[in-house]
């Protein structure tokens, strides 16, 4: 039996995506599907705006203008990096209550799942009919459950396209080049850096993820021994790796500067890239050595999105609205691969999702700790979609004349 007559409330939290947007549209629209539906707020700033009632009625919103919005970069209600707590949460189904929210979507990652979690028990303990749908997203990948993240498709071909034109700068003007991409915990994204080699010498020749230990020593032995055999060396590696006692390596050069949510700030100063290329010129001899932090740079850019992670981002929230309000379920919308390459959408439980991450399989990291393997490949390849082709220039030599 489906619920009474209500709104449908949406909101967006943690980093924006560049498809983002399309589970915005997919949630709207799949809402305005349903004669139970009395209206289509959408919350400002996500759980921080309706802690503070910051609403906007997207009821009645032009579907061409919400197509256009679809298809813009970051998040068009913009977003909160404020955490759950019962105290937010509860004051998120008092203003539920007040505005007879009867369908609650939130669209963002671990942290929105356990939001999405709370409020599900605060409206259960208060007696009040609200169905509460989590809408998954987040270019880290790193979500259980779901095979893939929408937003982490369009983040990976941006990263493999950066390797790619960082790899034939590399090759122009050779010495080691060190790229780091965003990923605390899991090395999905600094991973994809690898999909945009075609030829033996093609970079990133070395990829270093949060899920190995990451040792300078190793690092030094593996920069050196690539720099022999390619006469360069172009270099992934994620922001969130950590030593033998589980340490952020930055903590190093930072130490131990923290963020406002209290974590170990990691790459947005640069500080990793500084340290790395610190360790190769003084342990090597090899001089030209240069670092970039791709940054934010990696999460909205505008021209760089995958179709596929644009397609899925909108079903998933059209998914969400089929769920929440169709079937009259709570959840999680997820993601099962099936075939090559095609997928189907499911309901999991919201306390499945909520608060924990997952790492990156065993078997997508090479036996050395420093690449990726064909598995992670054939995994990535489909989400991040077509790559432009890159040529290398093949011309005969000119026999010399004057050393003849």
Request: proline share 5%.
């Given at each position: ?82 955490k ?10 008092e ?60 983040a990976?071909k ?23 991409v965003?990923g ?89 890239g ?11 001899s ?39 309000i169709?079937d ?54 489909p ?22």
């Open positions: 039996m489906n619920l009474s007559t209500g709104r449908a409330l949406v909101a967006q939290g943690g980093g924006p995506t560049a498809v983002i947007n399309q589970s915005l549209l997919g949630v709207v629209l799949g809402a305005r599907k349903y004669p139970q539906i009395t209206g289509i707020f959408g919350a400002v700033q996500g759980i921080q705006g309706i802690a503070e009632e910051n609403l906007v009625d997207l009821t009645e919103t032009d579907a061409s203008e919400l197509e256009r919005v679809g298809a813009t970069p970051a998040s068009a209600l913009r977003s909160t990096r404020i759950p707590t019962p105290e937010i949460c509860g004051r998120i189904f203003v539920c209550k007040a505005h007879d929210v009867r369908y609650f979507f939130y669209i963002g990652g671990n942290d929105s799942a356990d939001t999405c979690r709370i409020v599900q028990e605060e409206a259960e303990k208060g007696g009040y009919e609200l169905r509460v749908a989590h809408v998954p997203k987040t270019i880290d990948n790193d979500l259980k459950v779901t095979d893939h993240c929408p937003g982490y498709g369009s990976a941006f990263v493999a396209q950066a390797f790619m034109g960082a790899n034939l700068d590399n090759r122009s003007l050779p010495g080691v080049y060190i790229g780091i965003m605390r915990h899991a090395g999905f994204l600094t991973a994809a850096a690898a999909l945009g080699r075609n030829i033996p010498d093609d970079g990133p020749h070395l990829v270093y993820v949060p899920e190995v230990t990451f040792s300078k020593e190793k690092f030094l032995d593996d920069v050196n021994r690539t720099h022999e055999k390619f006469g360069r060396c172009v270099i992934a590696v994620s922001e969130g790796i950590t030593d033998d006692k589980g340490r952020p390596i930055v903590e190093q050069f930072t130490g131990g500067e923290k963020d406002a949510h209290g974590n170990i700030q990691l790459s947005g100063t640069g500080a990793l500084d340290l790395l290329s610190s360790w190769v010129r003084a342990g090597t090899i001089s030209r050595v240069r670092a970039d932090t791709l940054g934010y740079l990696q999460r909205s850019f505008a021209g760089c999105v995958s179709e596929v992670d644009q397609t899925e981002a909108r079903e998933v929230g059209e998914m969400a609205a089929k769920y929440a169709g009259n379920q709570d959840g999680s919308v997820a993601i099962r691969r099936i075939g090559d390459y095609a997928v189907e959408y499911f309901l999991t439980p919201l306390e499945s999702v909520a608060r924990e991450s997952k790492s990156m399989p065993k078997e997508f990291i090479n036996k050395d700790g420093n690449d990726v393997t064909q598995a992670f490949l054939e995994y990535a390849r989400l991040a979609g077509p790559l432009p082709t890159m040529a290398p220039l093949s011309a005969p030599a000119v026999n010399k004349i004057l050393d003849a």
